[in-house]
C-alpha cells in the first residue's frame, strides 16, 4: 500500500452521514491522516427530518457542524466540498471546493458514504410539483410550503379554492410518508386549529397513498395495520394499491380520479449516489454498488462503500437502507483500516446486527419491531423517543429536542412555525 511522503496513511471519507461519521470516529486512535468531505457543513438526523417540516422542531435542533463534531480528532480534517469523481487509478478523488473546481485530493484508503436521494421511479417532471425530503434544505422548504397552504387559504375569499389549498397528499407509505402524514394530520387537527378565521383548519384534508397493499410494508402485518389504524384515527384517508399516475400543479391523479391539491409531497423511493459510475463498479437493481463481506469494492482493497450508497446481501437479503447499516457498516470500515494500518489480525467479515425498526404515528404513538418482539402504542413510542435522542450527535441537540417534545406534548405548541423564505420575492409591478 502506498503511503503519504510521511508515510502516514492518508485516509478519505466522502459524506459526514451515518456512515462517514462513524468511519472516521472509529479512526480516532489510528495513525493515519484523516480527511472527511461532505458538500454541506452538517451532520443531518434525517430520522427527524420529518420533525423539521411540520414544524415540530427547528433545523437547527437536528443537525451538527461536522467540524465541532470531529474537533477533538487532531488528525482529522474535514472540507466542506462537492465530491465529482474518483481516479481508481491514481487514487484521488476530485473535489469542487468553495474557491476551485476539480480540486484532487489523494487517498490511500477511501470511504464512500454518500447516501441517497430520493427517486421519483423514471418521473424527473414529478419533482417540481412533489419535493422530496431528503435535506434541511428540503424539510425547511416542505414547512414552507405547508404553513403557506393555510395562509392563502385565509386569504381566499372564495371557499370553493379552500378545499385543494388545505388537502395534502403524500405519495409513498414507508416511514417516512406514515410519519409525515401523522404529524400533518396532528398540526392541523391541535396545533392550528384555533389559529386561523376565515378557515378552519381542522378540515384539512391529509392523504397518504402507496402501490403497495399495505403501509409500512417492511413491518410485520400485525403492526402495519396498527400504524393504519392509528393514522386513520387521526383522520388521515389512507389509500393503498395504487401509485400516482400524474402529480402537476393541480395535484395528483391515482386510479383514474384526480385529488385536486396544492402540497403534495414525495416519500417514496430513494435513489442511490453516483458511486458506481465513479468507480464503474457493479452495482444492484437500484444503481447501489455491490460490496464484498469486508465492504470493498471488488478488485479494490482500498475503497470501501458504506451505507445507502452500498448493496450487501445478508441471508439472502439486501440490507436496508437505515441508520444502523451505515453506522454499522461505518465503523466496521474504520476498524478494519486501523488494523491493516496497524498490522494487527484484521476483523471477521462484517455482520450485521439488526436492533429493530420503529415509526412514529402521531402523537404519543409508535410501532416497534425487533426480531420477533412487536410493540405499539405509548410505550413503543417512549422507546422511539428515547432510542432517537440518544443518537442525536451531540448532547446539547438532545437536551433541546428533549424539552421541545415535553413542551410539545404537554402543550401542544411546535417549535418553529416560521415561513423562511431565504430569498426575497420578487417586486411587484407598481399599480397604475
Ligand atoms: C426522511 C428520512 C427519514 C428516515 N428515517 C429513518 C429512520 O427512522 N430510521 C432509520 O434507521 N433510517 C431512516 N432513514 C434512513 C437513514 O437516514 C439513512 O439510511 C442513513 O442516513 C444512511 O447513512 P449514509 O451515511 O449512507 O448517508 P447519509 O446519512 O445520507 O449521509 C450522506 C452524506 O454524504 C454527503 N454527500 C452526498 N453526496 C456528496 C458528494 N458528492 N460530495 C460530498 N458530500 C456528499 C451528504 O451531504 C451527506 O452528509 C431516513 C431517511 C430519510 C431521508
Request: glycine fraction near 10%.
Amino acid at each position: 500500500m502506498s503511503t503519504s511522503d510521511n508515510g502516514i496513511p492518508r485516509v478519505v471519507i466522502v459524506g459526514g452521514g451515518f456512515g462517514g461519521l462513524a468511519a472516521a470516529k472509529a479512526l480516532r486512535r489510528a495513525s493515519v491522516r484523516v480527511t472527511v468531505i461532505d458538500r454541506t457543513n452538517h451532520h443531518l438526523f434525517q430520522p427527524l427530518l420529518y420533525q423539521v417540516a411540520t414544524s415540530v422542531l427547528a433545523p437547527g435542533q437536528i443537525a451538527s457542524p461536522i467540524r465541532g463534531i470531529l474537533k477533538k480528532q487532531k488528525h482529522t480534517t474535514v472540507v466542506l466540498g462537492e465530491v465529482t469523481g474518483v481516479n481508481k487509478d491514481s487514487r484521488r478523488v476530485l473535489v469542487n471546493s468553495a474557491d476551485r473546481d476539480g480540486v484532487e485530493i489523494p487517498y490511500d484508503y477511501l470511504v464512500l458514504a454518500m447516501g441517497a436521494r430520493h427517486s421519483y421511479f423514471g418521473h424527473a417532471e414529478f419533482e417540481k410539483f412533489a419535493p422530496g425530503l431528503k435535506s434541511l434544505a428540503d424539510a425547511v422548504a416542505i414547512r414552507n410550503k405547508i404553513l403557506q397552504a393555510f395562509e392563502q387559504a385565509e386569504a381566499e375569499e372564495d371557499p370553493s379554492r379552500h378545499r385543494d389549498l388545505l388537502t395534502f397528499v403524500l405519495v409513498g407509505a414507508g416511514p417516512t410518508g406514515v410519519e409525515m402524514a401523522g404529524a400533518i394530520a396532528v398540526l392541523v387537527r391541535k396545533t392550528l386549529r384555533s389559529e386561523f378565521r376565515r378557515i378552519d383548519p381542522t378540515s384539512a384534508r391529509v392523504v397518504l397513498l402507496d402501490m403497495a397493499p399495505r403501509v409500512l410494508g417492511t413491518f410485520t402485518e400485525s403492526l402495519s395495520q396498527a400504524a393504519k389504524g392509528r393514522l386513520e384515527s387521526l383522520g388521515v384517508e389512507v389509500r393503498l394499491g395504487h401509485g400516482a399516475e400524474q402529480i402537476d400543479e393541480e395535484g395528483v391523479v391515482v386510479a383514474g380520479e384526480r385529488i385536486a391539491s396544492k402540497t403534495v409531497i414525495w416519500t417514496a423511493g430513494v435513489s442511490p449516489s453516483p458511486a458506481g459510475k465513479w468507480l464503474n463498479a457493479e452495482t444492484d437493481h437500484a444503481g447501489r454498488v455491490r460490496i464484498q463481506q469486508d465492504l470493498t469494492v471488488p478488485g479494490h482493497p482500498e475503497i470501501f462503500v458504506v451505507g445507502d450508497a452500498s448493496s450487501l446481501d445478508q441471508n439472502g437479503k439486501p440490507l436496508p437502507g437505515v441508520a444502523q447499516v451505515a453506522m454499522q457498516q461505518g465503523r466496521y470500515a474504520g476498524k478494519l483500516i486501523h488494523s491493516r494500518v496497524t498490522g494487527v489480525s484484521t476483523p471477521p467479515p462484517f455482520h450485521y446486527f439488526d436492533k429493530g425498526n420503529m415509526a412514529v404515528v402521531g402523537k404519543g404513538f409508535a410501532i416497534l419491531q425487533s426480531g420477533k418482539f412487536y410493540l405499539s402504542g405509548f410505550l413503543a413510542w417512549v422507546a422511539w423517543a428515547a432510542i432517537h435522542l440518544q443518537f442525536l450527535a451531540t448532547a446539547n441537540l438532545r437536551v433541546s429536542v428533549f424539552v421541545q417534545w415535553i413542551w410539545t406534548y404537554v402543550t401542544g405548541q411546535r417549535g418553529s412555525l416560521l415561513i423562511v423564505n431565504h430569498h426575497a420575492s420578487p417586486p411587484r409591478s407598481k399599480a397604475r
